[in-house]
């Protein structure tokens, strides 16, 4: 369904320079305009794949391969043709560069958590209440009350954690914009995974195309729409890339970006076979990428010790997803 993309880490620097380009000072373009417009450039950059991988009966590794290379070109024609920028173009929007530096006000803050809390335990209330109506096997009332008490407790935690000053110079308290948009992602992604029809039938396409194709489904409609759900999250993630770095360089390492993505879900818990993993697995594979390079750095682990360590939670990852799924092979 479009797991082989590799193109993201460069297609996400197109978006990114995009938006920064079309903001500049020499265009003067809206925010409003601009932003939306990177993240279109990315969505129809993976839709081209799509269409190329679907219609001509391409293997998508080697599509996307290519199309890593040409959005590498594509990035260094877009910084060379603004001039002498010593190839590196600087965010000059405020609103763009808000999106990972800015933060929300103290009572925002507390706002955003405590609805998000409510949101999730409601959530959390419904499905029990919808699998006691269904007769389905419950879980006790306690455990279900321990989550939702896990929740608040962790939502006070984080939101206390964000309105602590969090500079030793100058006063930095509230949560960043980018933690809203991040967790937005999160839940709409989920949703349409976990609640819609194109969700469950991109789940079946990735687990076995041949029974999903032989069960009615519409294997390449919903082939170029992963494409589409894939480039446009790239879009995101390289608006909140130039904002973080406060502007787009032609140094990007694209390639290396691509393997923290694939790294992130395998390690969270996501198949590398198809058909298995969440939105939220890929999130945990990320935490956990981002412990190791900050634990050490901590202890002062060199970048070679770095890059072994991470190799080797990977490579023990996919391990373990190869052997689960050799025993629910063996037991189906």
């Known amino acids: 369904t479009g797991k082989d993309h590799l193109s993201i880490g460069y297609s996400a620097g197109i978006g990114g320079a995009v938006a920064v380009l079309l903001t500049s000072t020499q265009h003067h373009w809206a925010f409003w305009i601009a932003l939306p417009l990177g993240l279109l450039a990315c969505t129809v950059t993976s839709m081209v794949w799509g269409v190329l991988c679907i219609r001509l009966r391409l293997p998508s590794f080697i599509v996307t391969l290519a199309g890593q290379i040409g959005l590498l070109g594509v990035l260094l024609y877009l910084i060379d043709s603004q001039g002498n920028t010593g190839g590196t173009l600087p965010v000059q929007e405020k609103v763009l560069y808000d999106l990972v530096n800015g ?122 729409l992963a494409f589409v759900f894939s480039g446009f999250t790239t879009g995101i993630a390289g608006l909140l890339y130039v904002s973080r770095l406060g502007g787009i360089s032609s140094g990007i390492e694209g390639g290396t970006y691509v393997l923290y993505a694939v790294a992130a879900g ?28 900050n634990g050490m750095a901590l202890i002062n682990v060199s970048a070679a010790g770095l890059y072994m360590v991470t190799a080797l939670v990977l490579l023990a990852a996919v391990v373990v997803d190869s052997i689960a799924r050799r025993g629910n092979t063996s037991n189906g």
């Open 103 to 224: 933060n929300l006000d103290p009572l925002a803050t507390w706002i955003v958590i405590l609805v998000s809390v409510a949101l999730l335990s409601w959530i959390i209330l419904r499905g029990e209440q919808r699998r006691r109506s269904a007769g389905l096997e419950e879980k006790p009332m306690w455990l279900v009350l321990c989550k939702v008490g896990a929740l608040v407790v962790a939502g006070i935690g984080l939101a206390l954690i964000f309105n602590a000053n969090r500079s030793n110079y100058t006063i930095l308290v509230g949560m960043p914009f980018a933690v809203p948009i991040d967790l937005g992602v999160l839940a709409a992604g989920t949703y349409i995974l976990t609640k819609t029809r194109a969700g469950r039938y991109i789940y079946a396409i990735g687990g076995n195309v041949e029974a999903a194709r032989r069960a009615g489904i519409a294997v390449n409609r919903y082939r170029l």
């Open 266 to 293: 395998v390690i969270g818990g996501t198949s590398l076979f198809g058909g298995r993993g969440k939105m939220i697995h890929a999130v945990i594979g990320g935490l956990v990428i981002a412990t190791i390079d």
